[in-house]
């Protein structure tokens, strides 16, 4: 599926893509609305209606994925929640092979995460992965999530990569499409990215279950 001669650099999501989005979904879907139900008297379903309202508000721009954002607007510590269930944080299968391959390439390896850079520091005192990177980039530190094109010219800015020769992959179609739009000419995606979900059949980029399916050679000794 992928022709490793003609990558130079890999671009990898975070949540979904290297890291289960199970923990994910659960504590949006799940814990949150019971923590606010309980902070603000209500019932889960009221609590679960009014939160829908307010995600779908914010979705794919850069407070959907601010917790202190979400901590000021449901008056919830948001950090402090996620540590309650931080035992839940769990890296996808193959992951660290993957990364360990990468990591001993010639290629650079970077993290590119909408994720905030709280999360990204609770997730990592969980399953640090960081040192097989080259640079780990949060959209918050560029002003903008990878759905919009100011992302992909300021991460250019900042480590500067050929998008005909880079792979990126990532559990987000429009994520994927912001990337394409942008000229990245290798796209991946994952078609379980929350392990506990049914797999995906109807991506509009080529998907894969997991790492081992594209796995780099491995270098010489």
Same mark, same amino acid.
């Given at each position: 599926?992928?022709?490793?001669?003609? *990558?130079?650099?890999?671009?990898?999501?975070?949540?979904?893509?290297?890291?289960?989005?199970?923990?994910?979904?659960?504590?949006?879907?799940?814990?949150?609305?019971?923590?606010?139900?309980?902070?603000?008297?209500?019932? %889960?379903?009221?609590?679960?209606?009014?939160?829908?309202? $307010? !995600?779908?508000?914010?979705?794919?721009?850069?407070?959907?994925?601010?917790?202190?954002?979400?901590?000021?607007?449901?008056?919830?510590?948001?950090?402090?929640?996620?540590? %309650?269930?931080?035992?839940?944080?769990?890296?996808?299968?193959?992951?660290?092979? !993957?990364?360990?391959?990468?990591?001993?390439?010639?290629?650079?390896?970077?993290?590119?995460?909408?994720?905030?850079? $709280?999360?990204?520091?609770? $997730?990592?005192?969980?399953?640090?992965?960081?040192?097989?990177?080259?640079?780990?980039?949060?959209?918050?530190?560029?002003?903008?999530? $990878?759905?919009?094109?100011?992302?992909?010219?300021?991460?250019?800015?900042?480590?500067?990569?050929?998008?005909?020769?880079?792979?990126?992959?990532?559990?987000?179609?429009?994520?994927?499409?912001?990337?394409?739009?942008?000229?990245?000419?290798?796209?991946?995606?994952?078609?379980?990215?929350?392990?506990?979900?049914?797999?995906?059949?109807?991506?509009?980029?080529?998907?894969?279950?997991?790492?081992?399916? *594209?796995?780099?050679?491995?270098?010489?000794?």
């Amino acid at each position: 599926m992928i022709d490793w001669q003609h *990558i130079d650099t890999v671009l990898l999501d975070m949540d979904g893509t290297l890291l289960d989005l199970h923990f994910d979904n659960y504590f949006w879907m799940q814990y949150v609305p019971q923590a606010y139900a309980r902070e603000h008297q209500l019932s %889960e379903a009221e609590s679960t209606e009014r939160l829908h309202s $307010k !995600f779908e508000q914010n979705q794919s721009s850069l407070n959907w994925y601010s917790v202190d954002y979400w901590s000021e607007q449901l008056q919830l510590d948001i950090p402090a929640l996620k540590r %309650e269930v931080q035992h839940m944080v769990a890296m996808r299968p193959h992951v660290e092979e !993957f990364l360990t391959r990468l990591h001993a390439s010639h290629r650079d390896v970077v993290m590119v995460t909408n994720a905030h850079r $709280k999360t990204l520091d609770i $997730k990592m005192d969980r399953v640090d992965i960081t040192g097989w990177f080259d640079r780990i980039v949060v959209s918050h530190d560029l002003d903008a999530p $990878k759905e919009e094109q100011a992302f992909w010219h300021r991460l250019q800015a900042l480590h500067p990569f050929d998008p005909a020769r880079t792979l990126f992959i990532d559990d987000t179609e429009r994520v994927l499409e912001s990337a394409r739009d942008y000229g990245i000419a290798h796209l991946l995606t994952l078609l379980q990215p929350d392990s506990q979900r049914q797999k995906r059949i109807d991506t509009r980029f080529p998907g894969i279950h997991h790492f081992d399916e *594209i796995m780099p050679d491995q270098p010489p000794p």
